[in-house]
Every structure is written in C-alpha cells, then in structure tokens.
C-alpha cells in the first residue's frame, strides 16, 4: 500500500478523522468568519498555507500569513476570519476529536446545548459494520486518556 500523501491545493477536506485527532485542509473565502468556540476536551493547531487570517484567541488578536501557526489550548474561546484579500487556505488539526467537538456559547457567557455533527460532515462514510457499543468503549478509552 502508497504511502498517503495529500496537497493543500487539491484536498481541501478532512484528511484524517479518528478519536484521537481531526486533521484537515480548509479554505475560507475573502471576509468569511467562523463562529466563535472552544474545544473541551483538547487543543486546535492552526497553519496559515495561503492567505491571510485573524485569529482572535481569548481576547489576544494576531495577523497570520503563509508559514505561520498559532494554537487555542484546551478551553481557550476563539475565532478566525479571513482579512486578506484572497481565499484562506490552512491546515488545522484538533485532538482529541470526541464529539461533541464544538463548545459554542450564547452572547451572555452561557453555554449552548451541545451539538452533535454528522461523521458526513467530516468527509467520512459512517462505520455502520462496527458494533455501536465497540465504538462507544474506543470513544470512552480515548476520553480517558486526555482525562
């Protein structure tokens, strides 16, 4: 079997999907902003391929341009939008990746109900030949790890 190789400027999707981690191409258009969030259970590595995006992380704001990488630890509210004037193209990575993946917040401080995402959503055909109690107890195995 080839070695897996993947290219930012073809495979713009989730390149790997598994409890321990979510890696992924993702390009946003000129002005797009994503909503705000945190991450529960882990961190978010973030690397700017093209382009230029802001990333605003607990209330500190940078600029990044190609070849640079910031990081929203573990509990860490941010956000990116998209300032230049070309599309965004970034490499991110989030491990561990147990859903719900996304903590989002209403405006007052309080947190929204968790949101479960479709595995369609990332790119992948759902596991339907797996027993549900087999995933359940890799899910929980992991969980514990970062516990």
Not at 80 to 86: A, L, Q, S, T, Y
Not at 118 to 133: E, I, K, Q
Request: with cysteine; charged share 25%.
């Amino acid at each position: 079997m080839d070695l897996p190789v993947y290219d930012f400027r073809t495979d713009i999707k989730n390149v790997l999907v598994t409890p321990q981690i979510r890696s992924r191409f993702l390009k946003m258009a000129v002005g797009q902003f994503n909503e705000g969030h945190t991450h529960d259970l882990g961190h978010e590595i973030f690397l700017i391929l093209q382009g230029k995006a802001e990333f605003v992380i607990e209330g500190r704001k940078a600029i990044l341009g190609p070849g640079q990488l910031c990081i929203a630890l573990k509990d860490e509210y941010h956000t990116v939008e998209n300032v230049g004037d070309e599309e965004v193209i970034m490499y991110l990575s989030v491990t561990p990746h147990i859903q719900p993946t996304h903590t989002r917040w209403f405006e007052d401080g309080t947190k929204r109900p968790p949101n479960f995402t479709p595995n369609t959503n990332y790119d992948l055909v759902p596991d339907r030949t797996t027993p549900t109690a087999d995933l359940v107890d890799a899910c929980l195995a992991t969980a514990e790890t970062f516990a």
